[in-house]
């Protein structure tokens, strides 16, 4: 069995996943972030922009070709992308 080293994180500028992106290249993942930075803010990453093992998408999950090229080579996806307000996910799905 293949060890799963590489991993997807969607939303990872956000508050948990930018997180969660520290203690995955800390443990030696190679870690590509999706993020549209709608509620994400880069700066929450930018610590690991030199770091080779990290990589950014900037895009939005509900495009198929952004995601597409996103999760070549991935392992496993790991989603924490969301709208986190209730009435504007309502009104904007």
């Known amino acids: ?3 799963l080293n590489n991993i997807l994180v969607t939303g990872g500028a956000g508050f948990i996943g930018s ?7 800390a443990n ?14 880069f700066e929450n990453l930018r610590q690991h922009i030199n ?3 990290f990589h ?5 999950i509900r495009n198929v070709k952004t995601v ?4 070549n080579k991935i392992d496993v ?3 924490e992308a ?3 307000s209730v009435p504007r996910s309502v009104r904007c799905p």
């Open 82 to 84: 969301a709208i986190t």
């Open 77 to 79: 996806i790991v989603h």
């Open 28 to 41: 030696g993942q190679e870690v590509t972030v999706l993020d549209n930075l709608s509620t994400g803010n």
């Open 51 to 53: 770091e080779p093992r």
């Open 19 to 25: 997180n969660l992106v520290d203690k995955l290249i």
């Open 56 to 60: 950014f998408v900037k895009g939005d």
């Open 68 to 71: 597409e090229e996103a999760t």
């Open 1 to 3: 069995m293949s060890k």
